[in-house]
Structures are given as C-alpha cells and as structure tokens.
T-cell receptor, first 110, second 112 residues
Framework: GQQLNQSPQSMFIQEGEDVSMNCTSS?????WLWYKQDPGEGPVLLIA?????ELTSNGRLTAQFGITRKDSFLNISASIPSDVGIYFC??????????FGTGTRLTIIP | NAGVMQNPRHLVRRRGQEARLRCSPM?????VYWYRQLPEEGLKFMVY????????ESGMPKERFSAEFPKEGPSILRIQQVVRGDSAAYFC??????????FGQGTRLTVV
C-alpha cells in the first residue's frame, strides 16, 4: 500500500522563525492535504492542493504540490505561539482512501 | 452548514461490552472515513465508505469491528466485545467527493 514519509518528526523553534516540513510518497497522488491537530481535537484542514506544481497560501502558510506528484511541502512564516501543534500531510489518488503522514510536532521555545 | 458531528465525545465501556460510535457527515457529503489514533501517534486508516457501500476496509480488524453508512442517518463504527487495546481516539472525516476531507472532534473510547 501507499506509504507517506513526513519529516521532520519534531521541530523546536523560537517565535518568529520560519518553519518547513515535507512529505514524500511511494506512489503518485492527485490530491495533497495539510492538517493541523491541537491536543484533544480533530485535525483541521489548512490547505488543499490538486495540481502538480500548484503553490497555495493560507495566511502565513504556504504549501506546494511537487512536480513529480510524489511530494509536498508546507512552510509557515514568522511562527507565533498558536502555531504549536501536530501537522499532518495526507494524500490520495482518484477514489482511493486518504493516507496520512506520521506527523510533525511543532514546539515553540520561549 | 454544521461541521462533522461525532458522538459521544467520550465513551467508557467495560471489557466485553459493545461500543457504537456515530458520525454525521457535513451536509451534502457522501464519503466518510474512519481513523484511529493512539496518544502521541498518527492517524491510522480503518475504513472508507460511500453511501451504503464500503469502498475500502483494509485498515479494519477482521473480527469485532464493523462499519456502515446507511442511506439515511449517521455512519456507525461498531466494536463488539471491546478489549483494553481498543482504547483510543476514533476520528471520522467526511468529503463531498475524492477531494478535501473534514474531521469531527473524535470519540475517545476508554475500555476499563
């Protein structure tokens, strides 16, 4: 089955720094999604990507759908305390199930 | 347009009892996914359903677990004869098609 490798597993940064994380797949996708999960809550959709090469922003967040259709990255600029949480990538192809990455835990050091 | 509604939010069951988890998708959404999450871990796919059909149940244990998404009413994830290892957060997500999926708040199942 499809496998998604998400990196890094965790990040410790200072407030104001930029953040970058990525996902790679063993097979091609035609949809990439990025989610954020806070403790005790369900994942919240941040950005959806549907075309190879697509670059989409949502405020300070920017995500790109890789040209090979096997990868995607998420950037967060000028991090703030409420960015703390776990970020998940997810991908699918056609009518197949949505597969999730293992998550990147973001911590902001005071 | 209300979001994905899951209930109950918390469920406690004794070993051997049945757990029924409900998921009402967003209006107009015909696709439902169920995922399981252990503390400090990622989301593990269980089952993918479209109205009245199971599309992919490759992540669901063969025994004791079942899921349905009837023509009318919520999707139900049913766990029979629960064991301590079933304790986890169970999340449902709905989608209008094979595009973006929106999650509910989850049901936290504790088996005592």
């Amino acid at each position: 089955g499809q496998q998604l490798n998400q990196s890094p597993q965790s990040m410790f940064i200072q407030e104001g720094e930029d953040v970058s994380m990525n996902c790679t797949s063993s097979s091609i996708f035609n949809t990439w999604l990025w989610y954020k999960q806070d403790p005790g809550e369900g994942p919240v959709l941040l950005i959806a990507l549907y075309k190879a090469g697509e670059l989409t922003s949502n405020g300070r967040l920017t995500a790109q759908f890789g040209i090979t259709r096997k990868d995607s990255f998420l950037n967060i600029s000028a991090s703030i305390p409420s960015d703390v949480g776990i970020y998940f990538c997810a991908g699918s192809f056609g009518n197949e199930k949505l597969t999730f990455g293992t998550g990147t835990r973001l911590t902001i050091i005071p | 347009n209300a979001g994905v509604m899951q209930n109950p939010r918390h469920l406690v069951r004794r070993r051997g009892q049945e757990a029924r988890l409900r998921c009402s998708p967003m209006k107009g959404h015909s696709h439902v996914y169920w995922y399981r999450q252990l503390p400090e871990e990622g989301l593990k796919f269980m089952v993918y359903l479209q109205k009245e059909n199971i599309i992919d149940e490759s992540g669901m244990p063969k025994e004791r677990f079942s899921a349905e998404f009837p023509k009318e009413g919520p999707s139900i994830l049913r766990i029979q004869q629960v064991v301590r290892g079933d304790s986890a957060a169970y999340f449902c997500a709905s989608s209008p098609s094979d595009r973006e999926a929106f999650f509910g708040q989850g049901t936290r199942l504790t088996v005592v």
